[in-house]
């Protein structure tokens, strides 16, 4: 399995609050995406990056920030979190001969 | 953006066949995945296929690409109960990957 893991796994907030959640990865890729997973969406992506400090916004990026100061980290922020936000949030990092994206646990955060 | 669609739910008996069925728009993809997610856990990259391939088989596992109608499929021999999950087909456009909503397989023992 590759190395990556989510922290927390599971949080329970009150609308309004700040949450950050984390990403580590221990195989040195340079890419690192986060998504959420929502019942009849499938996953969208929220944010990704393509390097230390280079950052991308996805599909549904309002309200989410991210920072990657260090490769292994990839940390995803809520400035101010609402319920709307209720959600599944997966990390996944890129490489592997076709390219494709190996995902952590993933956290479960609810937002009363 | 991409569009990438799948249908909900599949029920089938053990010992049959699946087919799971997926359809993109984007026809630049490079690789277009099958993931598998079991409750509770992330997604499993189960198989894969290069865009310039029409067949892929892989143990049970048989994939078709069809890059004129954009369609893509997942055809599960002889499924067991330990193949009920929820299916995602995804391709590559640049950086980002798109995924369908997924499929929830059911086997029926």
């Known amino acids: 399995d590759a190395g990556i893991t989510q922290s927390p796994r599971h949080k329970v907030t009150e609308t309004g609050t700040p949450v950050t959640l984390r990403c580590h990865q221990t195989?040195?890729?340079?890419?690192m995406y986060w998504y959420r997973q929502d019942p009849g969406h499938g996953l969208r992506l929220i944010h990704y990056?393509?390097?230390?400090?280079?950052?991308d916004k996805g599909e549904v990026s309002d309200g989410y920030s991210v920072s990657r100061s260090k490769t292994e980290d990839f940390l995803l922020t809520l400035e101010s979190a609402t319920s709307s936000q209720t959600s599944v949030y997966f990390c996944?990092?890129?490489?592997?001969?076709?390219?494709?994206?190996?995902f952590g646990p993933g956290t479960r955060l609810t937002v009363l | 953006g991409e569009d990438v669609e799948q249908s909900l739910f599949l029920s089938v008996r053990e010992g049959d066949s699946s087919v799971i069925n997926c359809t993109y728009t984007d026809s630049s993809s490079t690789y277009l995945y099958w993931y598998k997610q079991e409750p509770g856990a992330g997604l499993q990259l189960l198989t894969y296929?290069?865009?310039?391939?029409d067949m892929k088989q892989d143990q049970r596992l048989t994939v078709l690409l069809n890059k004129k109608d954009k369609h893509l499929s997942l055809r599960i021999a002889d499924t067991q109960t330990g193949d009920s999950a929820i299916y995602f087909c995804?391709?590559?456009?640049?950086?980002?990957?798109?995924f369908g909503t997924g499929t929830s397989l059911t086997v029926i023992p």
């Open positions: 990056s393509y390097g230390v400090k280079d950052t």
């Open positions: 195989e040195n890729h340079r890419y």
């Open positions: 296929i290069f865009s310039n391939m």
């Open positions: 995804a391709d590559i456009t640049g950086n980002q990957f798109y």
């Open positions: 996944a990092i890129r490489g592997g001969r076709s390219d494709e994206q190996f």
